[in-house]
């Protein structure tokens, strides 16, 4: 089964969304800021990354997205955001946010799961 | 000259010929003064302003040419009609060179004086007409040069930029603030100005300028004139009538709305902070529930009520947060009732770590305040300074490890009471120390994870500190602890 990685600095959110894909059956790592969330990446080689925008730092998120990008790795990245629609930002699929979906939080444990889906289907 | 009669002064010194023309001219609805010599006629032709004098060119004391000069000089628009019965060529020229209208030769029918009168009367009505409008036009003439450079001040002096443009682009009028506003150094008067103005403007500009009919709609745009938002400008555009109906060209008017946009700035990121920091609870509880709910993940119910626990204490949390905001919104706006009195901060830091008790034997931590026994009064709200110290004890509570030390000193320093928080904490470094007192800033780290907050305290801590003009200071060092040193102003 695949494995997803959650990289989000709110340890609820991220007890929470493993139990959720754990339940679905896919095995889950998790790291609580970019540096350990970039460890994982590179050791665990994840087939999906959910990824939160703010963490230390408002945007922490792209900053790591795009490190991942420029080196060349291309796993799905979805990238969880709570503020979009706040400041009238309409993030989407470009250079400057090299990820593969957008997600506002809060999001139903129905449709997460069909946006992993999804993003894991294309890929194979 | 009244009522259309005109006024007349005879100066003759026969008696007869006086007097029988003073009745003549009566009877035609004249008004007359007489004089018997030059002397008098003169007294009288340079008091009064005739319409008409009948002067006789040969008198006893004085002749009839000074009698001319001297009214002329008082009156230059008097009719002079010369009369004398030595008629010569010679007198003739020469009365007439010093102004006499015309020449009457003696003796005169009555017909004769009349026609000549009327003549005269014609003339000095067309003089005093054309002389009137004459000063009128100056008069007009001088208003409008007045108006012009009054109205020049006015614009030099507007704080906003002036800029007036004619229908064919061409500049008309502007002011010193159009050209800062602008960045621009000079705009050439009457040359075409639109395509030295930033491309916006003279897009907006040339809008109004080339309709057909003159519409009263006015265009706003704002431009960034000097880069990363260091000079933003808001134009008004609005078209100027012709009385044609058409537009004679645009009228411009620019302000400068770099701290407004500043502002913006600062409060839509202000926004976006709230929003995310209020989400992200809800986002968990929320995620929470829907397990608890969704009967095909069958968590246990142990399972379950830690969910539980943890949804309630994030909602705790939230209120929290709402509860600090609402805070910081009431010491804005000040529209919070402050209760100023005397205040005893020894008795309030007692009650503060009263109030803490639970939360400080729980985490088995020792509290050393020893305050002195005279300690001096500050003046402050009482609800805004328990809240100061509330917070920053809890903080030591907080960040303090497990069977660790509060340290709360109490000292003198000039015109300041001062309040010393010291914690054996976790600390922070010079990085972290940064940003401190900056809404919604926490400090993450390993050390950190796990405490609860809401990112407010601190800022609302500075704010009260701010209130009374007093000041606040930090002393941190990593794994050693913090020290939060508050300086209030005493009572006097």
Redesign the interface.
Known sequence: MALVAIID?????L???S??LK?KGYEVVTA??PTDGYNIVVQKKPDLIILDV???Q?DDGFFLAQKFRKEKITVPIIMYT??S????MDYSKSEMVPVDDFVE?????EELIKKVENLLAVKS | MNNGKAKILIVDDERGLRLGTKRLLESEGYEVDTAENGEEGIRLGKSNDYDIAIIDLKMPDKDGIEVLQNIKTAFPNTVCIIATAYASYETAIQATKLGAYSYIPKPFTPDELLSQLKRAFEHRILTLESERLKKEREERLLELAYEKTRLNTVINSIVDGVLIVNKNGETALFNPAALKYLNLNDLPLEKYCLDILPSELAETIKKIIEKEKYEQTAYSTQIEIKPNKELVIEAVCSPIPHPNGQIAGAAVVISDITEHKKIEAIK??F??????EL??????????I??IL?K????TPEQAES?LQ?SYS?LQGLLEMVNDLLDISRMELKTKQLEIKELDLVEIIKSTIEFLEFEIEKKKIKTIFNPPAEFPKIKADQSQISRLFTNLISNAIKYNKEEGEIRIRLRVDGKYAVVEVEDTGIGMSEKEKANLFSEFYRI?NEKT??IPGTGLGLSIVKRIVETYSGKIEVVSEPNKGSNFIVYLPISR
């Open positions: 600095d709110d340890p609820d959110i007890e929470a969304t139990l959720v339940s609580n800021n703010m963490m230390e408002p709570s503020v629609k706040a400041v009238g939080k809060p999001i139903s444990p | 839509n990121q926004v976006s902070m709230v929003a995310h989400k992200t609870p809800i986002a968990a509880v929320l995620g929470y829907k397990i969704d095909s993940l069958n968590i969910y943890r994030r993450k994870r796990g």
